[in-house]
Antibody, heavy 117, light 108 residues
Framework: QVQLQESGPGLVKPSETLSLMCTVS?????????WGWIRQPPGKGPEWIGT???????SYNPPLKSRFTISMDTSNNQLSLKVGSVTAADTAVYYC??????????WGQGTVVTVSS | EIVMTQSPATLSVSPGERATLSCRAS??????LAWYQQKPGQAPRLLIY???TRATGIPDRFSGSGSGTEFTLTISSLQSEDFALYYC??????????FGGGTRVEIK
């Protein structure tokens, strides 16, 4: 049974770079599927950030593309999300999820990120 | 970008009653529509994909219908555990993948 677990710093200062990790168990991420990152600001709906394919190719939500970088480490079975020059608008719960095509069928529990000085 | 609009924002329903949630796409998306349920403090959970196919383990009181631009999620007889937020999501010709703003189903 595949499981995903996000981890991150919790609190980040404005203008800094945010680094998040997603550890996948029960499936080798390089074997197949797509793997996505989604965020959810307080009181709002989910927002797709981007997806990395098992081949390593990435696809991003156009408004976010310039500051967000998704990568994968198949040896440790982990996904990574980096967000540059964060602002208060990046405050959200960040989720990683397995994708079957465009469908998010397995989600991590999420990690809360607050941007504040 | 395809915009997904959900209505109503809040739906008040008594336990045992039927709930009908709507989702509209700003352009044609065939049947490339998924529904998710989210409870407080939890991640969204996939309920329905391809507009009407229930995900693994989802009770048959949940049903989805529609195609093109108009979609419906129906909960036939609300149980206490069904009071939650529901989101629709488009996956036609992505990127991008887009979600609706959500419908909160609350106890009447």
């Amino acid at each position: 049974q595949v499981q995903l677990q996000e981890s991150g710093p919790g609190l980040v200062k404005p203008s800094e770079t945010l680094s998040l990790m997603c550890t996948v168990s029960g499936y080798s991420i390089g074997s197949g599927f797509y793997w996505g990152w989604i965020r959810q600001p307080p009181g709002k709906g989910p927002e797709w950030i981007g997806t990395i394919y098992h081949s390593g190719t990435t696809s991003y939500n156009p408004p976010l593309k310039s500051r967000f970088t998704i990568s994968m480490d198949t040896s440790n079975n982990q996904l990574s999300l980096k967000v540059g020059s964060v602002t208060a608008a990046d405050t959200a719960v960040y989720y990683c999820a397995r994708q079957e095509g465009g469908i998010f069928d397995v989600w991590g529990q999420g990690t809360v990120v607050t941007v504040s000085s | 970008e395809i915009v997904m609009t959900q209505s109503p924002a809040t739906l008040s329903v008594s336990p045992g009653e039927r709930a009908t949630l709507s989702c509209r796409a700003s352009q044609y998306i065939s049947r490339h529509l998924a529904w998710y349920q989210q409870k407080p403090g939890q991640a969204p959970r996939l309920l329905i994909y391809d507009a009407s196919t229930r995900a693994t383990g989802i009770p048959d009181r949940f049903s989805g219908s529609g195609s093109g631009t108009e979609f419906t999620l129906t909960i036939s007889s609300l149980q206490s555990e069904d009071f939650a937020l529901y989101y629709c999501q488009n996956y036609d010709n992505w990127p991008p993948l887009t979600f609706g703003g959500g419908t909160r189903v609350e106890i009447k």
